[in-house]
């Protein structure tokens, strides 16, 4: 089979799918690779180190005619250039990167009836012998680290605590909302940075995690029960806890130099933890850095994609922060899809094993029609089990190829 790998075109893309080392791993596997020209140049890889590592260098035509197409954006996560590709995809073709199915399933719809098998990276789930697919983590880590310096170059003052002859400056207060994966990363790195690190999650399961960390666990009044939902993600939650949540926070994030918010559920918007009282609240000079912001902000202030000043406090939005250290995001993107790559090979790819979790749980298209339930019911349509009575239908064929 052919792998085709194009050239990111969302709007500040810098990533590419595969790296040159990379290219060994499906090469070894039996795959054919073919790179569109420029596809590194942004994250730093030539097109000779593609030709070194095994891979043909082709045009966009050759890699959208791939046997399999390798992306880091697609459908609704590649943003307004996706009806170009989509419009040159066929029939039988195996598409796999980001698509951000929860929130854009219609975008993932029209790649279905283009009769595309769609893999969805995001839905990877959280299990042992997926851990080197996780391309959530994976991203989500480098964000991490990129948000807490982002603040500390805006902070109007150094983080670490100093001892000099004219005087002792005390360290900065950072606080980081939510403890995932991004969040973990931020508090390491505000910690190695010499900050003062507190840090909140609604899952009392995390606190072990942030101590570890070397910093302090912020217990709320607030009933946290069922806060986390399978898979380790955070669970959505009634309005009323919301509402006692950013009552109690706001006297917290009150006393703090830096604010990272990190605070996302799969699929929906995200929740407000500081409100603008609380930014109002904070002192001048202080930075909140939102990575929530694609999905709406943590921050009522926030606007996704900018940096405004507030009440004299810097809120900043990034929307893509792997992006910007595209070298090395690039580079454990790549591991993640070779290795999911391979893995679908050994099952038997182009057929496709439901008796496999991870294959199972990533389908999200197949044969015509949205398979995967979850992405069913976000684009509004029945259970795939309710096409089979009396008077249910869906455009697209109405049985889907046969499985192994």
Request: net charge negative.
């Amino acid at each position: 089979m052919k792998a085709g790998v194009t050239r990111e075109t969302a709007e500040g893309e810098r990533r590419v799918a595969i790296v040159p080392a990379a290219v060994k791993l499906l090469t070894k596997a039996g795959f054919e690779v073919v790179v569109e020209s420029s596809a590194g140049k942004p994250a730093g890889f030539t097109d000779e180190a593609y030709r070194e590592a095994g891979a043909e260098i082709g045009s966009r035509d050759d890699c959208l005619a791939a046997d399999v197409v390798l992306a880091v954006n697609t459908c609704g996560a590649a943003g307004e250039r996706w009806s170009e590709s989509c419009s040159r995809l066929r029939e039988g073709q195996i598409l796999i990167g980001s698509c951000d199915p929860l929130s854009h399933p219609a975008a993932c719809r029209e790649a279905a009836e283009r009769g595309v098998t769609l893999f969805a990276l995001e839905l990877v789930p959280r299990i042992t012998r997926a851990q080197s697919m996780d391309v959530l983590s994976s991203q989500a880590n480098i964000a991490g680290y990129r948000a807490v310096l982002l603040a500390a170059t805006s902070l109007p003052r150094v983080v670490p605590m100093m001892t000099t002859a004219a005087g002792t400056i005390t360290p900065a207060k950072a606080l980081v909302l939510g403890a995932g994966v991004a969040g973990l990363q931020a508090i390491a790195t505000a910690k190695r940075l010499g900050a003062q690190v507190l840090a909140y999650d609604v899952r009392p399961a995390v606190k072990e995690q942030v101590q570890s960390l070397g910093a302090k666990f912020v217990e709320l009044e607030l009933e946290t029960a069922g806060g986390e939902a399978a898979g380790g993600y955070a669970r959505a939650m009634g309005e009323d806890f919301y509402t006692k949540q950013r009552e109690q926070l706001g006297r917290i994030v009150a006393e703090c130099d830096i604010v990272v918010t990190t605070a996302a559920i799969p699929g929906k918007a995200a929740p407000i933890l500081v409100t603008r009282e609380a930014v109002a609240a904070m002192k001048p000079g202080s930075v909140i850095v939102d990575l929530a912001a694609e999905r709406g902000g943590n921050c009522e202030a926030t606007v996704p994609g900018e940096t405004v000043i507030v009440d004299g406090v810097t809120v900043m939005g990034p929307t893509n922060l792997p992006a910007e250290a595209a070298y090395h995001t690039s580079q454990l993107y790549a591991r993640n899809i070779a290795t999911f790559l391979v893995h679908l090979a050994k099952l038997g790819l182009p057929e496709v094993s439901l008796d496999d979790e991870i294959c199972r749980e990533t389908l999200v298209a197949r044969g015509g029609q949205l398979v995967h339930p979850r992405v069913r019911e976000a684009a509004g349509l029945p259970p795939l089990e309710a096409l089979a009575e009396p008077g249910g239908s869906e455009p697209g064929p109405a049985t889907p190829p046969p499985v192994s």
